[in-house]
């Protein structure tokens, strides 16, 4: 089960909100931004799938993950220490970005993707439509706002503030009167917001053959 992995040292290890982590390696191998890779604890065939959130000329190798409390994994994950050594593959998927007018749809650590196509250089004609629980769900939120501006939408289930919609990703689609047919919508997150994500999309006259989707455990 875990042909085709090596061994990889841990650079850093940092807790950005409860339960959410930043982990980094050195990056040996070239990828497109979106992709994903594999990782394994040694000794356990188990294999997990994580988006690279760095971007494609960064020399780490960035995972954004959150700690599942019955995951056999993130557990151990969030225990590392620099030097310690875990098992990744090379990347793989095709969920890749465009350079093209593109909207980036996003549920909580769904939003790994979209920051390494947008650490990437993709930044143009860019919409990002991001749900969280909380205010402090908004990873990124540094690097997005200041280019993005009015293009980066914070969608925030439980707490209010005055430059977020408050409610999740879906009420706010909801409340658009319409979307713009030409750009993509790149969906990330988990399969049922992924399924009503493109179910509101199309009600509102966007292209099934527009919509392209991760689900993100």
């Known amino acids: 089960m875990t042909d085709g992995l090596k061994e990889v040292a841990i650079h850093s290890l940092k807790e950005i909100a ?36 760095s971007g494609e000329q960064q020399p780490l190798v960035q ?17 590392l220490k620099p030097g310690d050594k875990i098992l990744a593959s090379g990347p793989l998927g095709k969920f890749k970005g465009t350079e093209g007018p593109a909207w980036w749809i996003a549920q909580g650590t769904g939003i790994a993707p979209f920051a390494s196509m947008f650490r990437s250089g993709q930044t143009e004609n860019k919409t ?20 993005l501006g ?32 030409d750009p993509l919508y790149y969906l990330c997150g988990s399969s049922e917001m992924v ?10 006259g966007v292209p099934f053959g527009k919509i392209v989707s991760e689900i993100y455990f």
């Open 63 to 79: 995972i954004l993950f959150n700690v599942v409390g019955d995951g056999r994994l993130t557990p151990l994950l969030a225990r």
């Open 18 to 53: 409860e339960l959410v982590y930043l982990l980094e390696f050195e990056r040996d191998f070239p990828f497109e931004a979106g992709q994903i890779i594999k990782l394994a604890w040694p000794g356990d065939e188990k294999i997990r799938l994580y988006s690279i959130a």
């Open 128 to 147: 990002l439509v991001h749900g969280g629980r909380t205010l402090n769900s908004f990873y990124y939120r540094d690097e997005f706002e200041p280019l």
């Open 195 to 204: 399924v009503e994500t493109r179910d509101i999309l199309i009600s509102k």
């Open 150 to 181: 009015s293009q980066y939408i914070r969608c925030c289930s439980r707490e209010a503030d005055e430059t977020s919609f408050r409610g999740r990703v879906t009420d706010y689609l909801n409340s658009l009167e319409s979307l713009p047919a």
